[in-house]
């Protein structure tokens, strides 16, 4: 197996991603911030079958800064403000980069873990 076939294969989502996006998008606009190049995340989107699960997707690789700069919170921000919409939370798997996004945004952040059981109730 080449590395390739063998990154791709590893792109699994938690077992209740699905249900969580569901219920989120039930009620909220979906956007997703993600860190790395635009092709190769683009492609973990696509390859865990979330790629058309969010109205908006913001990559690190294109913007030209991480999650947890002020350049792309600003980006985000005025993407924001240019819909009409807010945000409301932010949820990941890395307090740094995620967390710092969250606070720039001045909302809520959910961690999450390989483990995570995730629950709305």
């Avoid at 865990?48 to 700069?69: M, P």
């Amino acid at each position: 197996m080449s590395f390739r076939e063998h990154r791709e294969a590893a792109v699994i989502p938690y077992q209740w991603v699905d249900g969580a996006l569901d219920a989120l998008s039930a009620r909220h606009t979906l956007w997703c911030a993600t860190n790395g190049s635009s092709p190769l995340q683009r492609r973990k989107l696509e390859l865990a079958g979330l790629a058309g699960r969010f109205a908006r997707t913001f990559v690190s690789g294109e913007i030209g800064a991480e999650k947890d700069s002020e350049l792309f919170a600003r980006t985000v921000r005025e993407a924001l403000v240019a819909s009409g919409e807010s945000a409301a939370s932010v949820v990941g798997d890395s307090q740094r980069s995620d967390g710092a996004l969250a606070e720039a945004l001045g909302v809520t952040f959910t961690l999450v873990t390989p483990g995570s059981v995730w629950s709305l109730a």
